[in-house]
């Protein structure tokens, strides 16, 4: 029987590796001041704070380079209790997010896959954590008011606040020379790397598919000699209308009218190479657990999303449509050609964190080749 000890009101304490608390403090743009105790690396830093109310998956969360730029807010009150597996659950190659905070986090994990702690993990990264965090007050601030900047400083270090909206941090996340993954198929597909994970070059190579991938500002029609059948965009951090050159490349895969499939930030670089416009949510989609409906189908899905801007729908062109709706919100969560050559979908299909319900969706894609 386990015995849980009863949380008053007040910072949660943790022990830091010297033996004692170390106060940091996380402060919004709007001068409101969280105080906690530091884990993970001692360090300041900043970026755009957010919130994501998934239960498990920090492991995959953390490496997901759509959060690159951002500090994280766990909302559920307990993070690390399983600690962190060998990097096969990792989405990237290290940890993104620039900061964590979390209500409390677990230096005892328990689980047979693993390796460290989550504090371990960050000092290893160099990634700062704050813990002691009503985490539940500061989500329902920001759901009130929208994504704020913010920073976590351990004494009164003077950092600058920073938007990584406002600077093209695509070119941060994505790889810097093509790779072939080849599966000896007749197909090959060219995956605009964005900042993808890992899961979704998976789920193409599972279905037996040659992968390219390539940077975000690769041109396969000019700059490579293999034929390509099919472009994937993929996920990715920031305002899609930084990411100019993928817009570009987009286009010409239109006019050659060569299928396509988008993913969340790919979805909406597609929705703007074929003449349609974005904007930035009040708060964003983070969570594993958001309701979508197919409107070609009437059906419902659970999806796990990861996205700060959305498509609008009403600047889609006349031989476009909305394919999936939020229904939480109504907002667009998927748009679709006439022709169906063309698709993007703002959830993830591939899950990892979250379900997998929807990975029919690249099925429907391979299709189109």
Not at 56 to 84: C, H, M, R, W
Not at 176 to 191: A, D, V, Y
Not at 227 to 246: C, F, H, R, V, Y
Not at 280 to 300: A, E, I, T, Y
């Amino acid at each position: 029987m386990f015995f849980y000890p009863l949380v008053v009101t007040g910072i949660i304490p943790v022990i830091n590796s010297a033996g004692r608390n170390k106060m940091a403090r996380l402060i919004l743009k709007d001068n409101s001041i969280w105080e906690g105790e530091i884990f993970g690396a001692p360090l300041p830093v900043a970026g755009e704070v957010v919130f994501s109310t998934a239960m498990t998956g920090y492991v995959e969360a953390l490496t997901d380079p759509s959060y690159k730029g951002q500090i994280l807010v766990f909302t559920y009150p307990l993070i690390g209790n399983y600690g962190v597996p060998k990097n096969q659950s990792f989405q990237s190659e290290k940890i993104q997010v620039a900061g964590v905070v979390v209500s409390e986090h677990c230096l005892t994990p328990s689980h047979y896959q693993c390796l460290k702690t989550l504090d371990q993990w960050l000092k290893e990264n160099n990634i700062p954590g704050i813990s002691g965090i009503d985490t539940r007050n500061l989500t329902q601030k920001i759901r009130q008011e929208g994504t704020m900047l913010g920073k976590i400083v351990l004494q009164n270090e003077e950092i600058d606040f920073y938007d990584p909206n406002q600077e093209n941090i695509v070119n941060q996340v994505s790889c810097q020379k093509p790779r072939l993954f080849s599966q000896n198929s007749s197909k090959t597909i060219c995956l605009i790397d964005c900042g993808y994970k890992k899961a979704i070059l998976n789920c193409l190579l599972e279905r037996k598919v040659n992968v390219l991938v390539v940077p975000w500002n690769f041109d396969p029609f000019t700059h490579t000699q293999i034929k390509i059948d099919g472009i994937l965009i993929s996920n990715g951090p920031g305002n899609p209308k930084m990411a100019s050159q993928t817009i570009q490349t987009v286009k010409k895969a239109l006019e050659r009218k060569i299928p396509i499939l988008g993913i969340c930030l790919g979805n909406q670089i597609l929705a703007l190479a074929a003449g349609a416009d974005t904007y930035k949510l009040k708060f964003g989609h983070r969570s594993v657990n958001q309701p979508v409906k197919d409107l070609k189908s009437n059906r419902c899905f659970i999806t796990s999303q990861n996205h700060g801007f959305a498509v609008n729908p009403q600047s889609l062109p006349k031989n476009w449509q909305t394919w999936f709706v939020n229904l939480n919100d109504e907002t667009c969560e998927g748009i679709i050609s006439n022709d169906e050559r063309f698709l993007g979908v703002q959830f993830h299909p591939e899950g990892h964190p979250g379900p997998q319900d929807t990975k029919w969706v690249f099925d429907e894609f391979l299709e189109k080749l």
